[in-house]
C-alpha cells in the first residue's frame, strides 16, 4: 500500500503542475523525502555496515 | 520544448519496458525494483513542469530551472534505489533478481538511466543560457504526452496495489499477486 501512496502522489503532483497550482513544487518534495525515508528504512534485507 | 518532450519519452520508454517485462515474464517487482520505478515517475516531474508551463505560450529560465532540479533531486534518489540493489548483488556467484534484459539486470539499467537523466538535466540547464523568454505556443504534443505519462502511473499504481493485496508492504522477494490469495 505505501507504494501505491507514493504513486498517487505523484499523480497528484502531476495534476497540481497542470493546474499550474502552487503545491506542485512542495507536493514534489514531500513525496521525495518520504520516498527517500522509505528507502533508508529500508527492510528488505537486514544490511550491516561496516567501515 | 524539444528536449524536455524527448526526455519523458525516454522515462516513459524505460518505465513500460519495465512494465511489458514484469507481465511477458511473470516476474515480479520487488520492494527495491518498485522504488525505482516510482524515482524514474519523480525524474519525469521534472520535464513534464517544463512542458506544462510552456502552455501558457512563453517558457521562463526559472521554469527550466526548477525541473531539472526536480529531475536530478529525484534521478539521485533513483541511483541511491538501484545502487543498493547492485550492491546487494555484487558478489560472484550470486545471480541477481529476475532475468537479466540485454546482458544487464533491471536495476543496473536503472542506475544507467538515472545517470543519463543527470546528466540531460544538466545539459538543459546549461541551454538556459541561450533562452530568451521562448515564444513556445501550446502543441498538443504536451497533452498526449502527460497522458501516456498518467496513464503509465495508474498501470504501474493498479499493478503494485494487485501485488501487495492488503499489506503495506510488498514481500522482500513477491512470487504472486496477494490481492488474489
Known amino acids: 500500500m505505501i507504494y501505491a501512496i507514493f504513486m498517487a502522489s505523484v499523480l497528484l503532483t502531476l495534476v ?10 512542495p507536493l514534489f518534495i514531500l513525496t521525495i523525502v518520504l520516498v527517500a525515508a522509505h528507502l533508508a528504512a529500508d527492510k528488505t534485507t537486514a544490511l550491516t555496515l561496516s567501515f | 520544448m ?13 518505465l513500460a519496458a ?14 527495491l525494483c518498485v522504488m525505482q520505478r516510482i524515482a524514474l515517475m519523480m525524474c519525469a516531474l521534472g ?8 502552455r501558457a505560450g512563453s517558457l521562463a529560465a526559472q521554469d527550466v530551472a526548477v525541473g531539472c532540479g526536480i529531475a536530478i533531486v529525484a ?9 543498493r540493489q547492485v ?12 532475468s537479466a534484459e540485454l546482458g544487464l539486470h533491471l536495476y543496473t539499467w536503472s542506475l544507467i538511466a538515472c545517470a543519463c537523466q543527470i546528466a540531460a538535466s544538466a545539459i538543459m ?25 498518467a496513464l503509465l502511473v495508474i498501470a504501474n499504481l493498479l499493478s503494485v496495489v494487485a501485488e501487495a493485496g ?11 499477486y496477494l490481492i488474489f490469495k
Open chain 2, 125 to 149: 540547464l546549461l541551454d538556459v543560457a541561450w533562452l530568451r523568454t521562448e515564444r513556445t505556443g501550446y502543441p498538443p504534443a504536451v497533452k498526449f504526452t502527460v497522458f501516456a505519462f
Open chain 1, 16 to 25: 497540481a503542475g497542470w493546474r499550474r497550482h502552487a503545491s506542485e513544487v
Open chain 2, 87 to 98: 550492491l546487494l548483488h555484487i558478489l560472484p556467484g550470486d545471480q541477481g533478481y529476475g
Open chain 2, 18 to 31: 519495465a512494465f511489458a517485462v514484469q507481465l511477458n515474464t511473470g516476474e515480479l517487482p520487488c520492494p
Open chain 2, 75 to 83: 534521478a539521485l534518489v533513483g541511483a541511491a534505489a538501484s545502487s
Open chain 2, 47 to 54: 520535464p513534464l513542469h517544463i512542458l506544462m508551463r510552456s
Open chain 2, 2 to 14: 524539444l528536449a524536455a518532450t524527448a526526455n519523458v519519452w525516454m522515462l516513459i520508454r524505460v
Open chain 2, 166 to 176: 492488503w499489506y503495506w508492504d510488498l514481500p522482500a522477494d513477491p512470487v504472486k
